[in-house]
């Protein structure tokens, strides 16, 4: 990839990103990746690079990264994303092995401590809950994903992807069945009745009885489209927490709120893992022998409310 590189063709790199997005299965990580192949490539095309594309110039990106004060975690899959660029080039005959070689062995930024996160207390919550207008079919809309993302703890991506089949009765309880999470694991999720009883009312109220159980809406208050798109969903959460003065909240926020309130109401940690679908769900079932208890979920004890 030297003369490639060095003669800065726009097509050459976008084939190679294309390559690497093409690697990976789960659309979270690609659309991250993307984000950091996109920075990268702006950045090395920004001005002449007469190293090439070695361990040097990913080296003096990383740094660049630090100096815009970016966390450990950001800074590492960008970096990630880099190496697997250089991995690319290489089996494709455009880098010298030994210079991919190289730039594999660039070390990520080693993360001080445990970064705990946003999330919301009971009360925070329960206003959340409580935000949307639920005399309009945006805020029975509203409110039922809200519900979902905090009584199921579902990721953004997860939620969008809902569809009315995921919604089935198991253990004589409704669940989210067959729920295909990160990196194509898959797991069922318990409802809690609240979750749920906000899924019905919204659903009744937009006659959805089949496909994407959440829809756009238009500003008549009308539904229209086959599904809603994860950027959609964060932009929806946005006015609501700002009103709620919380503004920095983020949709994977909700998620971390669940396990909170999961392990408050004295949920157990290994229910709260499969609740979740963490990658450490398989692992410890195989060590415990731990089932989930779909009779007794944990989330059964978030004690939030619909308003009447």
């Not at 800065?8 to 991250?32: C, F, G, Y």
């Not at 004060?69 to 590492?76: A, Y």
């Not at 210079?99 to 705990?116: N, P, Q």
């Not at 208050?221 to 709620?244: A, C, F, H, N, T």
């Amino acid at each position: 990839m030297n003369e490639i590189v060095v003669a800065d063709r726009a097509t050459e790199w976008q084939r190679l990103k294309s390559l690497v997005l093409d690697s990976v299965s789960s659309p979270i990580t690609k659309r991250v990746y993307n984000l950091g192949l996109d920075e990268f490539i702006a950045w090395y095309t920004a001005e002449s690079r007469p190293a090439g594309f070695t361990k040097a110039t990913v080296a003096a990106w990383r740094v660049a990264l630090e100096a815009r004060r970016l966390g450990p975690i950001s800074i590492n899959v960008r970096i990630t994303a880099v190496r697997k660029l250089a991995a690319e080039a290489a089996d494709n005959g455009l880098l010298a092995p030994e210079l991919a070689s190289g730039i594999a062995r660039i070390k990520g930024v080693r993360t001080h401590g445990v970064r705990v996160g946003n999330w919301l207390s009971l009360q925070q919550a329960q206003a959340l809950l409580n935000a949307p207008d639920i005399r309009t079919k945006k805020g029975l809309r509203d409110r039922a994903m809200f519900a979902v993302l905090l009584g199921c703890g579902l990721r953004r991506s997860e939620l969008a992807s809902l569809t009315v089949k995921h919604i089935q009765m198991r253990d004589s309880r409704w669940c989210i069945v067959d729920l295909v999470g990160k990196h194509g694991r898959v797991r069922t999720v318990p409802i809690p009745t609240w979750t749920k009883n906000a899924i019905d009312a919204w659903t009744s109220a937009a006659e959805i009885a089949e496909g994407y159980l959440f829809r756009p809406i238009t500003r008549g208050d009308q539904v229209y489209g086959d599904r809603l798109s994860e950027k959609v969903v964060w932009q929806m959460l946005k006015p609501y927490v700002s009103s709620i003065g919380v503004p920095h909240v983020a949709p994977h926020d909700l998620r971390r709120t669940t396990a909170k309130l999961c392990r408050a109401a004295g949920g157990e940690l290994e229910q709260i893992q499969m609740l979740l679908g963490h990658s450490s769900v398989q692992t410890t079932e195989r060590y415990l022998g731990t089932k989930q208890d779909l009779a007794h979920a944990p989330n059964d004890g978030i004690k939030l409310k619909l308003a009447e």
